[in-house]
Nanobody
Framework: QVQLVESGGGLVQAGGSLRLSCAAS????????MGWFRQAPGKEREFVAG????????YYAASVKGRFTIPREKTKTTMYLQMSALTPEDTAVYYC?????????????????WGQGTQVTVSS
């Protein structure tokens, strides 16, 4: 059974940067489509960024494009999210997700594999 574990969240000032990690346990390789979602208090979970199963392509929500990056050096079992130019509107719990049956991760948050989430708080 694959488990996803996020880390790297925390408190940062507006304009700052953070790097989130999502590590998959239970396998030695993970050639799955993966991605990041976030959920702010009182809001629905929303897509942030995704990477194809082979790491060949990445795609982003309009709200984070140009500020957030999934480094293409996705390892066999770990994915990252590099966040920069953070604003208070980026404050949320960030979740990683994975789909073993897709080439790219759907932007709809209906996936079989989720991490427990990591809190990102951006102060103004």
């Amino acid at each position: 059974q694959v488990q996803l574990v996020e880390s790297g969240g925390g408190l940062v000032q507006a304009g700052g940067s953070l790097r989130l990690s999502c590590a998959a346990s239970g396998r030695t390789t993970l050639n799955w489509a993966m991605g990041w979602f976030r959920q702010a208090p009182g809001k629905e979970r929303e897509f942030v960024a995704g990477i194809s199963w082979n790491g060949g392509s990445t795609y982003y929500a309009a709200s984070v494009k140009g500020r957030f990056t999934i480094p293409r050096e996705k390892t066999k079992t770990t994915m990252y999210l590099q966040m920069s130019a953070l604003t208070p509107e980026d404050t949320a719990v960030y979740y990683c997700a994975a789909d073993p049956s897709a080439l790219v991760l759907s932007r709809i948050p209906r996936h079989d594999y989720w991490g427990q989430g990591t809190q990102v708080t951006v102060s103004s």
